[in-house]
């Protein structure tokens, strides 16, 4: 109850993961080519397409025996703006597949690729006012905005925000 709720992550196809506004919903589907993510208007049915997997690099043999691109996982931003994504970009003999995470606008724009690792999950963690998220980039601590401009701040794993109020408890 103290924790703000989160919108479910998307895995696979069929997936949906309302907004946190709860006016939009994010799921995954099927194209000619590739997987790709699609954000639907709940009251009118508008959609869009988010992603662009075939603009992307990076992408391993293995990770397209089929020759389609698919994503791994994605989810909203805290305050629905932004959507963050895995993209499988390689995949083991036994099927466990990793890529680089990614930001992109959850109306259309550039896909931004955050981490340099390769991860099989989204571990990122937004601050209070959404403007910036914080994570472990294979040992490095990572602080990014929304337009992808990264500075890498430190070695660590698992980085989180001080909880809001706890710093002005101390003075």
């Known amino acids: 109850a103290l924790a703000p709720s989160q919108s479910p992550t998307i895995t696979?196809?069929?997936?949906?993961?309302?907004?946190?506004?709860?006016?939009?919903?994010?799921?995954?589907?099927?194209?000619?080519?590739?997987?790709?993510?699609?954000?639907?208007?709940?009251?009118?049915?508008?959609?869009?397409?988010?992603?662009?997997?075939?603009?992307?690099?990076?992408?391993?043999?293995?990770a397209m025996p089929d020759g389609n691109r698919r994503v791994i996982e994605a989810t909203w931003s805290p305050d629905g703006r932004h959507i963050v994504f895995v993209p499988a970009q390689s995949c083991s003999e036994f099927g466990l597949c990793s890529g680089k995470m990614y930001l992109v606008d959850a109306w259309g724009g550039a896909q931004l690729q955050l981490a340099t690792a390769m991860t099989t999950n989204l571990s990122q963690e937004w601050n209070h006012e959404k403007t910036l998220l914080v994570y472990d980039d294979n040992g490095q601590v990572v602080l990014a905005d929304t337009k992808g401009q990264l500075k890498a701040l430190a070695e660590g794993a698992q980085p989180k925000w001080q909880p809001r109020g706890q710093l002005e408890s101390h003075l």
């Open 12 to 62: 696979k196809v069929g997936d949906l993961s309302v907004s946190p506004d709860g006016r939009f919903v994010l799921f995954a589907e099927a194209t000619a080519q590739d997987m790709q993510l699609f954000i639907a208007d709940i009251e009118t049915g508008n959609r869009h397409q988010v992603t662009d997997l075939s603009l992307l690099d990076s992408f391993e043999p293995t």
